[in-house]
Each structure stands twice: as structure tokens, then as C-alpha cells.
């Protein structure tokens, strides 16, 4: 049995995770923090993690985050100076935030990924293949992303990080572009274009162009409900009980 912790039990991520966390025998949630949510949750929910800290009366072995960019130096502070591991799923954060990921992780287990389904994490394996051939055959390399109307950041988290496998494995010799509206020049050979669209209740597309002369290829992932998210991270939860300090990904979940 794996005891957890969901941090931003109410936001819509969280009530998605308390449901089907509730429904795996292998799984029990044993407090949830979220400053705004309201009563009517099978667990304790605490306004902090301090006063989780303090008052409850059963620990999680390992903690489960959908919050937000603003709320993971707090959730960050806590899991190094406690020891808790955590399954970080909150994207948009700076630079200073993926530094103190990193400094965590030297003190306990960590598992970041920008996206937490299982199709995602195997995209990316299928893209560095793909990227090797078609860019050294001279094909643009164009991420179309699509989300709802509620998401602050953007690109996204995974449109980011299928951008990063993709030049990973082309030695870095590519750059990103966000917005050509402010340019009057021809498409550079050596980038990787991102757009981003919001609207509606789209829970997340992404595709990701190969445009070659007279053809094109696109590989593309569509996600129809939140499950896919909250499935993987209670599986990564699952994965990081027993796992000892380090930053860890969903690559080692599917590996594991």
C-alpha cells in the first residue's frame, strides 16, 4: 500500500487524481493540502503543508502535485527538509524552480515530467528516431499545441519538451520560435517553430510537423480526459515509494 499526499486536492487535476486514486487497491490518500479547496473530501485536507505537517496523524510516503508554478517553492522546501518524495506535475516553472528541483533531489526522490501519460513519454522515444532521419533530410520541424481556455502558460510543458528530445538528439543545433508576427524574413533551416492554441475544453493535443519537399509527416497525441495525467502520476507515485534520492522522469516509470 503506497500512502499519498495531493497537493491542490481541489483543483480539477487533484479531484481527478482523488477519484482514481481512490479506486486502485494498491493506493490510499491519506491528506490532501489546498488552501481553496472546500469540505466534502474522504481524507484531511489542510490549508498548508505545515499544518500537515503538524496535525496530521498519518504521513505519506510520497507526495502528488497539480498545483501551481507559485505554489512549488513552498512544496520544494518541504520535501527536501522532510524527506518526502514527490511526483511534481505542475509545468510553468522558472528557471530558479528547476534549479531547486535539482538541489531536492540530492536529498530525496524526485519525478518531474512535463506530461504524465504513458503516450507522451513513448512519443518522444518514436520522435528522436524520426528527427535523426527527416531533419538530416532537410524537413522543417514545426509543434502545434492546443489547450484550454484556462491555462496560463504557454507553450506548454510538453510541446517544451518534445521541442528539447527533438534537439537532443540533434546535438542542440536548433533554436525555438515562438512568434513570427514581429518578423519579415524567410523560415530558418535550423528551427524548431511553437504554437500555441487555447480554447474551449481541449485537455491537450499536441502535433509535432515534419515538412519536407512534397510530403509531410506528423506524429500526434490527443488526450480526451484528464485520466491519462492522473493515471501516470499515481503510477510514478507508485514507482518513487521505494526509490532513493535522485531526479527521476516517466521514461523510468515505463523503464521500471
Given at each position: 500500500?503506497?500512502?499519498?499526499?495531493?497537493?491542490?486536492?481541489?483543483?480539477?487535476?487533484?479531484?481527478?487524481?482523488?477519484?482514481?486514486?481512490?479506486?486502485?487497491?494498491?493506493?490510499?490518500?491519506?491528506?490532501?493540502?489546498?488552501?481553496?479547496?472546500?469540505?466534502?473530501?474522504?481524507?484531511?485536507?489542510?490549508?498548508?503543508?505545515?499544518?500537515?505537517?503538524?496535525?496530521?496523524?498519518?504521513?505519506?510516503?510520497?507526495?502528488?502535485?497539480?498545483?501551481?508554478?507559485?505554489?512549488?517553492?513552498?512544496?520544494?522546501?518541504?520535501?527536501?527538509?522532510?524527506?518526502?518524495?514527490?511526483?511534481?506535475?505542475?509545468?510553468?516553472?522558472?528557471?530558479?524552480?528547476?534549479?531547486?528541483?535539482?538541489?531536492?533531489?540530492?536529498?530525496?526522490?524526485?519525478?518531474?515530467?512535463?506530461?504524465?501519460?504513458?503516450?507522451?513519454?513513448?512519443?518522444?522515444?518514436?520522435?528522436?528516431?524520426a528527427a535523426?532521419?527527416?531533419?538530416?533530410?532537410?524537413?522543417?520541424?514545426?509543434?502545434?499545441?492546443?489547450?484550454?481556455?484556462?491555462?496560463?502558460?504557454?507553450?506548454?510543458?510538453?510541446?517544451?519538451?518534445?521541442?528539447?528530445?527533438?534537439?537532443?538528439?540533434?546535438?542542440?543545433?536548433?533554436?525555438?520560435?515562438?512568434?513570427?508576427?514581429?518578423?519579415?524574413?524567410?523560415?530558418?533551416?535550423?528551427?524548431?517553430?511553437?504554437?500555441?492554441?487555447?480554447?474551449?475544453?481541449?485537455?491537450?493535443?499536441?502535433?509535432?510537423?515534419f515538412a519536407?519537399?512534397?510530403?509531410?509527416?506528423?506524429?500526434?497525441?490527443?488526450?480526451?480526459?484528464?485520466?491519462?495525467?492522473?493515471?501516470?502520476?499515481?503510477?510514478?507515485?507508485?514507482f518513487l515509494?521505494?526509490?532513493?534520492?535522485?531526479?527521476?522522469?516517466?521514461?523510468?516509470?515505463?523503464?521500471?
Amino acid at each position: 500500500m503506497v500512502k499519498i499526499l495531493i497537493h491542490g486536492c481541489g483543483g480539477h487535476m487533484g479531484q481527478v487524481v482523488s477519484r482514481m486514486a481512490k479506486e486502485d487497491e494498491q493506493l490510499q490518500t491519506v491528506a490532501g493540502v489546498d488552501p481553496f479547496a472546500g469540505a466534502g473530501q474522504e481524507y484531511p485536507v489542510y490549508p498548508s503543508l505545515k499544518e500537515y505537517w503538524e496535525k496530521a496523524t498519518e504521513k505519506a510516503d510520497v507526495i502528488v502535485d497539480f498545483s501551481t508554478a507559485k505554489a512549488a517553492d513552498e512544496l520544494l522546501s518541504f520535501c527536501g527538509e522532510t524527506k518526502t518524495p514527490c511526483v511534481l506535475c505542475t509545468t510553468g516553472l522558472s528557471e530558479e524552480q528547476l534549479a531547486l528541483v535539482q538541489e531536492v533531489s540530492g536529498k530525496t526522490a524526485v519525478l518531474r515530467s512535463a506530461n504524465m501519460s504513458l503516450g507522451i513519454n513513448l512519443l518522444e522515444n518514436v520522435l528522436k528516431k524520426a528527427a535523426g532521419v527527416l531533419a538530416e533530410a532537410g524537413f522543417d520541424i514545426e509543434i502545434v499545441e492546443k489547450h484550454h481556455n484556462r491555462k496560463v502558460d504557454a507553450p506548454s510543458g510538453t510541446a517544451l519538451a518534445l521541442a528539447d528530445c527533438i534537439n537532443e538528439e540533434l546535438d542542440g543545433a536548433y533554436h525555438y520560435v515562438y512568434d513570427r508576427s514581429a518578423r519579415r524574413e524567410k523560415r530558418d533551416e535550423k528551427e524548431i517553430g511553437i504554437s500555441a492554441v487555447r480554447g474551449g475544453t481541449i485537455v491537450g493535443d499536441h502535433d509535432v510537423i515534419f515538412a519536407g519537399e512534397d510530403e509531410v509527416v506528423t506524429f500526434s497525441h490527443r488526450a480526451y480526459s484528464r485520466n491519462v495525467f492522473a493515471k501516470g502520476a499515481l503510477q510514478a507515485a507508485k514507482f518513487l515509494k521505494d526509490q532513493p534520492a535522485g531526479l527521476y522522469d516517466m521514461g523510468d516509470v515505463i523503464g521500471g
